[in-house]
């Protein structure tokens, strides 16, 4: 079984550009979540998705991010226009479905350099 | 609680001496805590768990304790080894909502 997949793990992007950042859940995992980790800080949630639902996106910047977890494929946390405070790890966890004392599992991020 | 970027606090220990690494949440209706620990470079890795049902687990050289009361969770690690150095988060969630919070991390630097 296949842990939590994240593409690609180093992405460079100049500013004003977008940058698309992958994650497949680990196989039964309904439930996703995005963070972002800045040099020698903690995890920021981001936004925590359902297939096909946003269940909560409170730690996203209004502007600029987006992010989906379609039927089919993987969770697409969507950058546009990337400035330089951009540059981050941005992690993926996935977990079963709620109700479930279990825990997150995470992927090994994506690394956005932005130049 | 959740992390707010602040820089992450430092615990220097010797190499064969136990660690003790705390966390206080935030939530009191939270039922579910983990232990994460972060390799440079790497993603979070499951340590050990806990339910809000007991006080205290034991893994191999962890254990993990739980204050209800005060909301506190702490990490002990036996006869650290330069392995161990590494950033470890604890996380919070309850069964009703499946959000994982995660507390802002402590850096474990271990001296040989």
């Known amino acids: 079984n296949a842990g939590v997949m994240q593409n690609p793990r180093h992405l460079v992007r100049r500013r004003g550009q977008e940058a698309r950042l992958r994650c497949s859940p680990m196989k039964g995992h309904s439930h996703v979540y995005w963070y972002r980790q800045l040099p020698e800080e903690g995890l920021k949630f981001m936004v925590y998705?359902?297939?096909?639902?946003?269940?909560?996106e409170s730690g996203m910047p209004k502007e600029r991010f987006s992010a989906e977890f379609p039927k089919e494929g993987p969770s697409i946390l969507r950058i546009q226009q990337v400035v330089r405070g951009d540059s981050a790890a941005y992690f993926c966890?996935?977990?079963?479905?709620?109700?479930?004392?279990?825990?997150?599992?995470f992927g090994q991020g994506t690394r956005l350099t932005v130049v | 609680g959740e992390s707010v970027g602040l820089h992450l606090p430092t615990l220097s220990v010797q190499e064969g001496d136990n660690s003790i690494i705390n966390c206080a949440y935030s939530?009191?209706?939270?039922?579910?805590f983990i232990w994460y620990k972060q390799e440079s470079g790497k993603g979070p890795q499951f340590i050990i768990d806990i339910r809000s049902n007991m006080d205290k687990r034991q893994g191999q050289r962890v254990t993990v304790l739980l204050n209800k009361t005060v909301k506190h969770l702490s990490l002990q690690i036996a006869a650290t080894q330069p392995g161990d150095s590494a950033v470890y988060f604890c996380a919070e969630k309850t069964d009703n909502f499946n959000k994982f919070y995660f507390g802002s991390g402590t850096k474990l630097n271990v001296k040989p």
């Open positions: 939530n009191s209706a939270s039922d579910y």
């Open positions: 966890a996935s977990s079963p479905p709620a109700g479930w004392s279990t825990e997150a599992f």
């Open positions: 998705l359902q297939k096909e639902n946003i269940i909560d």
